[in-house]
Each structure stands twice: as C-alpha cells, then as structure tokens.
T-cell receptor
C-alpha cells in the first residue's frame, strides 16, 4: 500500500514565478492538508481540502491556493513567489472524522527554493 | 487561541538512558495532542495521540506521554534510548476554533543519542 506521495521532490524557482506542487493521499483517505516547514521550524498549516473544497485555512495569503480532484489527490499553487516562500512543503492525508482527532499521514515533502 | 511550546530545542542522551522531551500547551478548549517524529529526508510519523481518553498514552517504539491538565503539559518519554531514536520530534495541539480544527506544531526538539 503506497503511502502519501509528493512531486516533485525538489524545485528551484525565481522570485515572481508561480509553482504547483502535487500530492497523492494514502489509499482510503479523503482529506488532504498542506503545511509549510521553514528551516529549523515546525510545520505551519496552510489549508485542508475535503470533498474538493477548502475546509480550513491557516494564516497564509491568497497567493497560496489549492485544489482537490475527484480521486482525492491535491495540488498546492503559489503565485508571485517570494524569497520567504523557500521551505519544505508537506502534504498530509487523513480520513475525516470532523472532531480534530484525525491521524494524519505525511508525505516526504517538496523542497522549494526561491532565488 | 492555542499554542504549543517545546521547552528544549536539543536534548542529548546516551544510548540506553531515559528520554524526556517536554511540551507545554495552551488551549481554550479540551485539546487533542499529538507527538510526531521526523527523521532526515523522511515524512513525519505519528508516535502517539491523546484524545480525552486515558491520560497516559502509549505509542510506537516504546514511547509514551502523559496528559497533565493542571500543568498543561504533554511530555514524551521513553525508558531506554536507541540510536535509531535520533530525530526531530514535534508536539502538536489541535482544538476547535470557529468550528474548525487547525493543528499547531511546536518548533521541534532535536534528540541526539550518543553511543
């Protein structure tokens, strides 16, 4: 059983560009969450998708957007990249319970470098 | 509002000695609490979670944590450290806010295990 997969593993972009990151959830999971992990920091919650809609959002600007497809896979899009967007982007999948106790399974992440 | 503080950025132990990683939380509601481990170049893995059942929670690989409401703490322990335990550990709090559950990660504690 494949776990959570993310692509690409590494990405280098320049300021002002746009980037799309992809995530396939663990088999049987219906919810995908995205996190940003800056170097030396804990992951910060960006948003969560369930039934193809954004259900929860952390404190991130509108430059960060996402999508969930009918097969539960998800994309994270970041527009107008800034140097500060350089980070490890983590995708996590879960089976939604709606009571905050969901166990999340994380992918290995995509390392984004903005020059 | 919720927050989590991991009291040590680094903890160094010898193989075979006990491990204590400290975590304090702040939450307006009854929280769910989690500990995750992150090995280099690997995704985050759930060690254990507290969801208002037993206050002593047993996890994988011999780890356990005790929820102490009076001290707002959720410290992670292991009786005997193994070299393979060397990794980054994150404490996470999740509690309801406006009908949503947005998890908040601590900044992490790096566990160093000496032979």
């Amino acid at each position: 059983d494949a776990g959570v997969t993310q692509s690409p593993t590494h990405l280098i972009k320049t300021r002002g560009q746009q980037v799309t990151l992809r995530c396939s959830p663990k088999s049987g999971h219906d919810t995908v969450s995205w996190y940003q992990q800056a170097l030396g920091q804990g992951p910060q919650f960006i948003f969560q998708y369930y039934e193809e809609e954004e259900r929860q959002r952390g404190n991130f600007p509108d430059r960060f957007s996402g999508h969930q497809f009918p097969n539960y896979s998800s994309e994270l899009n970041v527009n107008a990249l800034l140097l500060g967007d350089s980070a490890l982007y983590l995708c996590a999948s879960s089976l939604r319970t709606g009571v905050g106790t969901d166990t999340q399974y994380f992918g290995p992440g995509t390392r984004l470098t903005v020059l | 509002a919720q927050s989590v503080t991991q009291l040590d950025s680094h903890v160094s132990v010898s193989e075979g000695t006990p491990v204590l990683l400290r975590c304090n939380y702040s939450s307006s509601y009854s929280p769910s609490l989690f500990w995750y481990v992150q090995h280099p170049n690997k995704g985050l893995q759930l060690l254990l979670k507290y969801t208002s059942a037993a206050t002593l929670v047993k996890g994988i690989n011999g780890f356990e944590a005790e929820f102490k409401k009076s001290e707002t703490s959720f410290h992670l322990t292991k009786p005997s450290a193994h070299m393979s335990d060397a990794a980054e550990y994150f404490c996470v709090v999740s509690s309801p806010s406006g009908g949503s559950y947005i998890p908040t990660f601590g900044r992490g504690t790096s566990l160093i295990v000496h032979p």
